[in-house]
């Protein structure tokens, strides 16, 4: 087979993720999770991957499997965070309220208040996202212009300001900033892969951290789709439109999700234009990792394709690092 054929075979056939101190990496069928532990080893569980659109061909359907995509990458993402920190031997130690509780209304109290958590995340995003936007372009149409145009636009661009705005922050958290580098390493990785180049670490180092597949584009194409949205709705009053935006949101998803995936396998000059400024965002989002974050991120990305890459036996007296494998059913997801 050719380079150029390998290269079309391989793009889009495997998605990741950066988690705490490691990498996530998913194929078709299998979850990869690999992480550098405190001991200095590289620990991988590779999960089975099973989607309910392998059961409901229905849900394959342009559009809609944008939203069901969505949803279970959200899934797997809360999920491939939470078993990164337990990889890692990160102990969250109860705290007085916490025990208490637990003794007073039981352990399932815990449970409940992840659900409160995940509810009021949400909540805040939508005033951060949705509402806020909305509240200052009703204050443009007071004060300045009534011109449609330029109120949609105006909604997007504080939506963009705030987002990196709020990606700026971040970077500003260490613990950010190094999984910034694993997201790097993530992407370093694929692109190393999809060119049907050897996985070494000096293969990947030469590689682009900006991938059109990221997620980080694809919230900037909801952006995007979003103006458009808001042309469509701007007449309303600011609590119709919140209500109308978060029911048009599902539709958004999708076009967005079919957006990325054309992306992420085609490389004309319309896609760059288009891809330009989530790309440009990733400059935020991802940084230049280090070699261990890279050896990482290979191993995680091996891990979930055995076909192209079999395990290898490893001489007990070398000093690559030590990889644990587990295997276990999971239910979820999706990702990049």
């Known amino acids: 087979m050719s380079k150029n054929n390998n290269e079309s075979c391989r793009l889009g056939t495997v ?13 078709k ?48 993402s809360f999920k491939t965070l939470s078993r990164s920190a337990d990889l890692l031997g990160i102990e969250e130690e109860e705290t007085k309220f916490e025990k208490w509780l637990a003794k007073t209304f039981g352990k399932s109290v815990t449970a409940v208040a992840s659900a409160i958590g995940m509810v009021l995340g949400l909540l ?24 449609k145009i330029i109120l949609s636009v105006s909604e997007g661009l504080i939506k963009i300001l705030i987002f ?11 613990d950010m900033k190094r999984t910034f580098q694993y997201h790097g390493a993530e992407h370093k990785s694929i692109f190393c892969h999809e ?23 694809f919230l900037f194409v909801m952006m995007f789709l979003g103006i458009i949205t808001s042309a469509l709705i701007i007449d309303f009053n600011t609590y119709v439109r919140v209500a109308l ?8 998803v ?10 992420g396998t085609h490389n004309n000059i319309f896609i760059k234009i288009i891809s330009a400024p989530g790309l440009w965002i990733q400059r935020l989002t991802t940084k230049e990792p280090d070699e261990k974050q890279i050896e990482v991120a290979i191993v995680s990305l091996k891990a979930s394709l055995p076909e192209i890459y079999p395990s290898e036996p490893v001489d007990e007296n070398s000093n690559e690092a030590r990889t644990e494998t587990s295997a276990e059913n999971g239910n979820t997801n999706s990702n990049e």
């Open 245 to 252: 935006k978060i029911l048009f949101l599902p539709l958004v």
């Open 254 to 263: 999708g076009v967005g999700f079919e957006f990325i995936k054309f992306a």
């Open 195 to 217: 060119a049907g180049l050897d996985l070494t670490v000096e293969n990947v180092k030469k590689q682009s951290r900006f991938h059109p597949r990221c997620g980080t584009s």
């Open 15 to 27: 998605g990741g993720q950066a988690v705490l101190e490691g990498v996530m990496m998913k194929s």
């Open 124 to 147: 805040l995003a939508v005033v951060l996202f949705i509402y806020l936007p909305i509240l200052v372009s009703k204050l443009i149409e007071n004060f300045l212009t009534d011109n």
């Open 29 to 76: 069928d299998l979850v990869a999770l690999s992480v550098r532990s405190t001991d200095g080893d590289i620990k991988t569980e590779v999960s089975k991957f099973y989607s309910v659109r392998n059961k409901h061909k229905i849900l394959n359907i342009p559009i809609l499997r944008g939203i069901v995509n969505f949803v279970e990458t959200m899934l797997l």
């Open 164 to 174: 990196v705005l709020y990606i700026l922050l971040c970077t500003l958290i260490p």
